[in-house]
Every structure is written in structure tokens, then in C-alpha cells.
């Protein structure tokens, strides 16, 4: 079995507050494998976006890995200087996050930028990272790409910003990306368009992603496996079609029929009652037991970990063996 | 279109454009010219009482700036929108006519926004009874206000609290509370649950259908997302660049999509059921409404165009599958509108 | 109603603003510093050791002592006497008084006017916020003091004669109106941005006349940076009080504020007697310096970007 390129071993973020020390992620544990597309799904607030920003090193203080580590090509990464996790940033890890005007600098031309990443991190020439930026920008569907690359941020279409974003997060040839939600603030027809492109790049590159993302429907386009978080734990993890066709976690269960599909009319959808806890008021046991609707005992004061369900996990103790009193 | 009789919201031709233009200084020593937004373009339709019309597009088609003119928020430049007989057009900028103003609200996108930070929840749904004067004395206003909470799905409590200790869905509850206090009875919601995960957006478009059944009301339902609109709207609406494109039922817009435009929306929805259907790569992005195409908006884009949709604007007629659609295409009979791909695989 | 007081003072004592003054120390200084001012200075009457305007008192052979410490000083004047023989300590906390509520008044008077015509400008927009803003740049490209010794040079032609009973009125309105103008701007700023929210034009859509949206809705969200600025006011207005009186336009001299004092003291300056100018400056650099600090720590305090 090939190494995994990224390993996350119970990962734990926590927030120094003056009301006392809040956990947004807690115990989370994965692994992805060279050229694998995860799809990190889960609501606002679930601790989604923070893994992301801990993983590549760009976690706001006072927010901070507390415990747990992060291990690419199996080397521990988390406990990384300032200059060494920037050299691995973009080098071997790129970012795509979900706004392309703020990801780009308003005052240098994509050009510029693209050179300037490229030559931080591969050994070439002026001229030959330019071609390089060139090549990379028509890679990623920019039109007339060697006379555009002179252009600035504001000169392109939000789709087109997106597009010169990945273009920047490719170029040092990373083998992860992490896209926090890269779609989002798209059009739908745009959207498709850009999932499309990185499902391509990423299978011609060879690079895998790490895909976070409140919505299924795109994860169902690009994932291979998938990862449902809630209230800053991992509640459920496996195949694509496994974790989409046949949820085992009763709030991914929830989380699929609530979606509204093209398919059928009912007359309401699914409704999980209740919203996520607050970071400040978890509950004890299993986080998810007071909305669920097959809670019992062991649920309150138990929290589970992963069990497996057949193909996937899932912290859930109706997986677990044993009586379920 | 002539109204029937359970016809309450006519919109007849309406037209808004706004002057973007750089300040006259500028265009002056620039010799620039005037730079007008056609952001509404001749657009019609009719609402009836009780039924739920989905209005759908992607960023700069003119839906949000549609609903703002039917409540008055913005002025027609040219065109009439008609309430049960009232004309809107009085709306805009002053007091208007009063049941106008009580019939007619709105839920805004944003839940953060919609309500005021500094006011406690209890005086932001009594705004509108105290303003259009409905009930009298603090304790019959502070009863019914408890109600209005209960009613969506809130406490009596939680009128005491502020905004901000709520939560996005909670929050938009409110603001269908205040819509409600006024006693509105036609509601235009603008990306109601757009800004709202997804469990929660069940909750507040399961609310919105309870209070429809219980209270007869009617919704305009603006979104950009195809599979929300599917669940709730009984017609949908079209729009690109400020014209309407399609207009028809929803079995008949989501089985036989006829325009190319919303072929190409319905091809776009990522595909939660996976059926493997090959995505045919979608061309272009949307052209920037101050300098639209000639003739059909769409054309650039549309793998049907001719001659005559580069130079002539299509109107709205009655389409063979049903509803109407603004297509030469489909007019002169050029494109195959039997069942698309895409309603195939989703199973319908 | 003791029950809800109780509880209003505990949420505001566990407030973020009352935790991070708590565990700001040069805050906490400034502000006992300033309290000690404002307490010395409403007080005065029965805090200072002499009542420096009353003239029976006052006995020309006590003039130019120099303070306690130094030879020749008495300990019945602990910072010495000016030249007519006023006790300085007690000339200075009544001048203080002085100082401290032109200051005020100015900055209450500022206020008003700037936030009312930055929310009319922000709200109505068109011809009316540019001919607000025009008015306001025409104003800014004077300095403020001139603009002051403007209106007050207007006054005392209006109203010869009675001057200086109508001075502490005339300095009030020269100070106010020399600065609304920050208030005016920032308000506005703050105004456009309320203005395109969604909580205002849902109560657009109740038929709420504009006034009232103006009133009800946007100020009290517009409130925040006009504190800040105020209390940054204070000092400036107490300043330009002080130079005006320095100058001889402000309040008269026989109400004297601090800039009255420092400015007899300046004729001693070089004759020896440092102390009728000196104190009375040290006093109100301190008085300025703690009311700054205040304000710096206000504004990082509300600032919710700074908040950890």
C-alpha cells in the first residue's frame, strides 16, 4: 500500500478565549493518498475550513494545532518555522480559496505574480517562467493567454480570476491542494465550468486535492472519497458513492434529505431540528445526539469514534457491537 | 396577457435602467458617453393568488432588481406593476398607498443585515404593526408579536434578544415574523436561504410551504440555485440579462427545457445522483450587461444562433412544450426540444 | 428595579469594553488621572485651599511668592502666587473647571451639529450631500483656530460691550463650530454604508418616513467612531481653549482658564517667576494627555478587528 501523501492523526485546533479555551476541532483524524480527491463536506461552523488553514499553515492566531499532527510524505509538518512552512507552501502544498479578488494583489499583473510564485520555488529563469505562467494559464482556459498575461486582476471576469487563482496554485507543481470552497462565490454556470478544469488538471497532473465545501452536489462531481464533519469531528468517511447513495451517520443521513433535488416533489424536505452547537456549548457524549432521531443511552455520555460501517466509518455507536439500550 | 380573475400581481412591460455614467466632469474632458444598465428589459408576467413563482438566473440577469421594483424599493423608469388593481408605482419613495404598503413585503438575502443590530427582536417585529397602526396598546401588540415568533418556530423568550444571539436560519425566521406582523399576504422573497447551510435552508423552505397552507399566502421566489427553485415554486421564470427568456410550469420548464439558455442552466447542476451523464463543457460567461450583445443576449453563447438572433431581440411567445419562451430557435421550430438529457438522467 | 440595575452593572463590569479596560494599565491610569481632574475641577470650590476670585481676599503683598519648597514660599501656597497674589493651585483647579467645560460644551456642540449633518448627507445623498461636503472642505482648508477667532471676532462686533459676559457662550460656539466637520464625514461614511443594508430598506418597505429611519435605525449604528472622536475632541477643544485665551480672545481674565494662566504667567517667564506659567501648563498637559490615552484606548477597544 503506497504511503499517504497527507496524514492528519488526530488533529485538535483550539481558541484561547477569556471565557476559556473553545475546541473547533477536535480528534480529527484522515488520511489522502497520492492524486485522491477528498471532499470535506459539513455546515458553517464545523471546523471544515480551520482544518484546511491547519494543514497548510496559515491557522489565525490565537487559533493553534493543539495536539495532533500532520504528516506529508510522512515528515511532520506541523511543527514547522515561519520560513519552513513557506517554503513547503506552494511548493509542495498549494491553496485555492473561495474569493479570487482577494487571493490576487489588485496591483501586480497575474503575470507577474504567476513569475514571482514560480520562481520562489522551482530553479528557472526570467524567461522561462515566463513561458511556464504561459503555458499554465492556457492550461487553465485563459484565452490569448500571451497577450493576457500582462493584464491585471480587475481586467478579468470573476470566473477568469478563479481560473488565473488555480493557475497560481499549480505552479510550483504541488502534489496537494487544499480549494476552500473554490466555487462558492461563482455562478452556476461557472461553476461547472471550474469543477470540470480541476478535475481535469488534477488527473493530468497527478495532484491531489483536499476539497472543502458546504455544497454536496460538488462534491459529488469531483470527490473520490469523502468526509462529513460536524461540530469539529469527523462523523463520517469513505467512498463517494458509499457516503452519497448510502449515508450511515443519521446527520448525513439528515444532510441528503434536506438537499432539494431535480428528482421528485415532495411536499417537505427532510428537516434535521435544531442547529450546531455552538463551540462554547458542545454536548458530552456524542455531539449530534440531542437532534438525532435514533438516539439512545450510550449517545449521551459516550462519544464514539470512527466504527466501520461496511465501505465507510462512522462515529456512530449504532455501527458499534454490543447491545444498543 | 389578459389577468384572470385570481390574477394579484401584474407586471406589464416593465423597464428599469440606471445611470452608471462617470460624472459629467469626466465624461466631458473624456468625451465618454452616457453609460446606461438596462437592468430590467421589458418584462411580463402575472402572479396568481396562492401559487409560488420561481424566478431564476445567474449574477446581473435583473431578478433581485425585479423584486425591489414590484415593492417599491426601486422606481419604474418605463411599464406598469399592478397589485390587485393598485398601481405599485406609488410605492416607490413615499408613503404610497397603505394596504399597498401592508400586502407587499419582502425577505431579504442576507440574514445578517435584515435586521437591525441595535434593536431587540420584539421591536423589530413590531415595527410594522406600530408603523401601519394595526393593533393598540403595549400588551396587545406585545401578544400578538409573541404569536408571530411561535408561529415560525420561535419562543416568546426570544423576543427579548438581539439579533446577533441568533443564528442565520433563527434570523430569517424573524424576518418572515416582521413580514408577517404587517399582515402581508404577498411575499418576494430574494435568495431567502442562499445564505444559509444547507439542514438549515430545509428548515426555513419547509417553514415558508406550513405558513403558505395555513395563511394563503403568495411567494415570488428568487434564487440562482435550480434545485430549490424545483422545490418550491409552481411556475418558474427564466431570466438573462434583464429579459425574461422562459417562462412555464415547473414540470414542463424541468422535463422539456426549451430555451438554449435554460438547457444550459439544467446541464449545470452539479449532479447529486450521479447517473454518470456526460457534462457538456458550458461556453462563455455571462456578457457584461453594460454593453450587451445585439440582438438575442444570448447568442454569443448559444450553439443555435443565425443570422437573425444577432441582430433581433426574440419575444416572449407561446412555445410548443408549453409556457413561453423568448427564442427564435424554438419559434422557427430549429431546435429539438424533445426531452433533454439532462431530465432524463435525473429520472423524471 | 435594584434587581435590574444589579444586573446591568454586572453585564457591563463582564462586557468585552470592561475587560479589556480592566487589563489595560495605561487606560486604567488615564482614566483615574482624568476622574482626579474632573473631580478636583467640579469640586474645587470646597477643594481648594483659596478662593482665587474673590478680590476681597486677595492681598497684593502676597504676590510673586515662589512655591513651598523654594526660599521664601509659604506652605499656605503650596505652588506659590501670581501677581496678584492668587494662590496658583486654586487658580488652577478653577481653571480647570473653566477649561474642562468649554471643552465639553464645544465637543456636545460639535457632535450635534456634525452627526445631524453627516446623517442628512449620508441618508438624502444628491445635492444635498454634495453641498454638505463642499461646505466641509471649504471649511477644512482653514485651520481650526482660525475659524475659531472667526466666530469670534464676529461675536464681539455682534455684541460690543458684552463681551465677556456672553464669552464662555461665544467660545463654545467658535470651538463647536470650527470642528464638526470630522464628525460630519465619518458619519456620513458610516451612513452610506447602514444606508444600503437590508434592515433599512425593510423598514423603507413599512412606509417609515425617512426622518425616523434616520433617527431610529441608522444612528444608533453610526455611534461607535463619533465616541472615539469625541473623546479625542475633548483635549483639542480644551487646547484651542487654552490658545484662544492665551491669544486674548477667550474667556476673560477674571475667569481665568488654564490658557488664561499660562498666558499672564508668560510675561513672568523671563523675570524669574517660572512658576505662574509652568503649573498651570503642567496641569494641562496632563489633563490633555489622560483624556488622549482614554480616546486611544476607546478606539482599539471598540476596534472588533483588534478583539482576541
Redesign the interface.
Known sequence: MTQALLDVRHLRIEFPTRRGILTAVDDVSFEIAPGEVLGVVGESGAGKSLTGAAIIGLLEPPGHVAAGEILLDGVRIDRLSHDEMRRIRGRRIGAIFQDPLASLDPLYSIGHQLIETIRTHLPLSESAARARAIDLLQEVGIPAAARRIGHYPHQFSGGMRQRVVIALALAAQPRLIIADEPTTALDVSIQSQIITLLKRLCVDHGTAVMLITHDMGVIAETADRVAVMYAGRIVEIGPLSDVIRAPRHPYTIGLMGSIPSLVGDREHLVQIDGSMPRLTAIPAGCPFHPRCNRVFDRCRHERPGLIDAGASRAACWLYAAGDRT | MTPGRDTLLQVAHARKTFDVSPPWLTRALGRQRRLLLHAVDDVSFDINRGETLGLVG??GCGKSTVARLI???YRLSSGAITYAGMDVGTLAYG??N?TL?RK???I???PY???????RVVDIVA??IL??RLLRGRRAIAARVDELLMQVGLAAADGRKYPHQF????RQRI?IA?ALA?EAEFLVCDEPTSAL???????V??LM?DLQRALGLTYLFIS?????V???ADRVGVMYLGRIVELADKATL?ATPQHPYTR???????????SGKA?T??AG??PNPLAPPPGCAFHPRCPYANERCRSEVPLLKRAPAGGVVACHGVEERRIDIASHPA?VS??? | MANRLATALHQSWDSDLAYSFRHSPYAIVAAVVFLLCVGSAVFAPWVAPHNPFNLGLLDLSNSLKPPAWLPGGEAVFPLGTDDQGRDILSTILFGARISLLVGICAVLFSMALGVSLGLLAGYVGGKTDAFIMRVADVQLSFPAILIALLVDGVARALLPGEHDSMAFYVLVLSIGVSGWVQYARTVRGSTLVEKSKEYVQAARLFGIHPLAIMRRHVLPNVLGPVLVIATIHIATAIITEATLSFLGVGVPPTEPSLGTLIRIGNDFLFSGEWWVTLFPGVALVIMVLAINLLGDWLRDALNPRLRT
Open positions: 445567474e449574477s415593492v417599491g424599493l408613503r404610497g397603505r404598503r407587499l413585503q419582502m431579504f438575502q442576507d443585515a435584515s435586521l437591525n443590530p441595535r434593536w415595527e410594522p408603523a401601519q443564528s442565520g436560519g433563527q424576518s416582521r404587517s447551510d444547507v439542514s438549515v435552508q430545509a428548515q423552505l419547509n410551504r440562482h440555485n435550480l434545485a430549490v424545483h422545490h418550491v424541468f444550459m442552466l439544467l446541464d449545470a447542476i452539479p449532479d447529486i445522483a450521479m457534462r463543457p458550458v460567461e455571462v431530465s435525473n429520472g423524471i
